[in-house]
């Protein structure tokens, strides 16, 4: 079977992997398994790191992403922030557990201080306590709530991101949005806001097989639609297309630069179908 590529339309948007797969919760539907024990995918080097910001600024990117694993066990996460924030706005992908007053006055003096906006996503899956600790571990919703509170209370408005993964449990009439719409506003966060993810059939949640895409479904495409058009990932080995795939062999492009990797990348996964499918993307 032929394998279909997807072409690097321009680099808009950096990626950066920065604590791999080390994570301190083990959540059951984990796109890359992250967890806080011998992490598959190793956390960046702070020197790195800064070096690929820079490149990013030279090649003119337009967005930066912080993820992982968990960007906040990362020691110098704070200083990784404000270098990425002198070149483009950027966006932290958290669980939120580790966010405490004082980071959030931290946070909120960088994004105070920088031309950019910066963003903090934080990650939770129910609006009922019981139901989102089944998912992520005992404690972990209360945590977020505090995260979400405290970049309130200092002028960050923060973005919840939920997985679809118990969707199927929604009361009649009931959508994930309206949900977490009224749980925010029950919090005195009067500008709710949302991103909601289709679940992958990768990581912890990874199924036998699975469809693939065919050059004959890309027929007439446009490729525009697909994030990995636009994005690049430095993460432990090297630069990869996509931050779901980010680690693995076969999607890496790139063992050294940015600029290495523009070229197309292989389709090869059964989330490219998902992305294809739904439009999912992982920025905001």
């Known amino acids: 079977m032929t ?5 690097l339309l321009e680099l808009s948007t ?36 800064i070096r690929s910001i820079k490149e990013g ?6 967005e930066i992403y912080y993820t992982g694993g968990e960007p906040f066990l990362h020691k110098d996460m ?19 557990t580790l966010i405490t007053e004082q980071v959030a006055d931290h946070l909120a003096a960088l994004a105070q201080n920088s031309p ?8 939770i899956d129910d609006v009922d306590p019981e139901k989102n600790d089944r998912i992520r571990g005992k404690g972990a919703f209360s945590k977020a709530i505090r995260a979400l509170q405290v970049l ?14 118990l969707r199927d449990e929604l009361p009649e009439g009931s959508g994930m949005y309206e949900q977490f719409r009224d749980l925010l506003l029950s919090l005195g966060i009067t500008k709710p806001r ?9 990581g912890r949640m990874e199924g036998e097989g699975g469809p693939l895409l065919t050059p004959e479904m890309l027929d007439g495409f446009d490729y525009s639609l697909l994030q990995c058009s636009e994005t690049r990932v430095v993460a432990e080995g090297g630069v990869y297309a996509c931050p779901i795939l980010a680690g693995l062999p076969q999607a890496r492009l790139s063992e050294k630069s940015l600029k290495e990797a523009f070229k197309p990348c292989d389709l090869y996964h059964t989330a490219c179908v998902t992305c294809y499918e739904t439009g999912m993307t992982c920025k905001n």
């Not at 394998?3 to 072409?7: E, N, Y």
């Not at 949302?194 to 990768?202: G, T, W």
Request: charged share 10%; proline share 7%; hydrophobic share 45%.
């Open 57 to 62: 600024a030279e090649l003119g990117i337009k």
């Open 14 to 49: 950096l990626w950066i992997q920065v604590t791999g797969t080390w994570c301190n919760l083990t959540c059951t539907h984990c796109l890359n398994s992250s967890g806080p024990h011998n992490p598959w995918l190793k956390s960046l080097d702070t020197d790195m790191v």
């Open 3 to 7: 394998i279909p590529t997807a072409p």
């Open 152 to 165: 309130h209370s200092r002028g960050l408005l923060p973005i919840v991101t939920a997985t679809e993964i």
């Open 116 to 123: 950019y906006s910066l963003e903090i996503r934080i990650s």
């Open 194 to 202: 949302m991103k909601i993810m289709p679940v992958f059939s990768i």
């Open 78 to 96: 704070l200083l990784l922030t404000a270098h990425a924030l002198e070149v483009a706005p950027t966006t932290i992908l958290t669980n939120g």
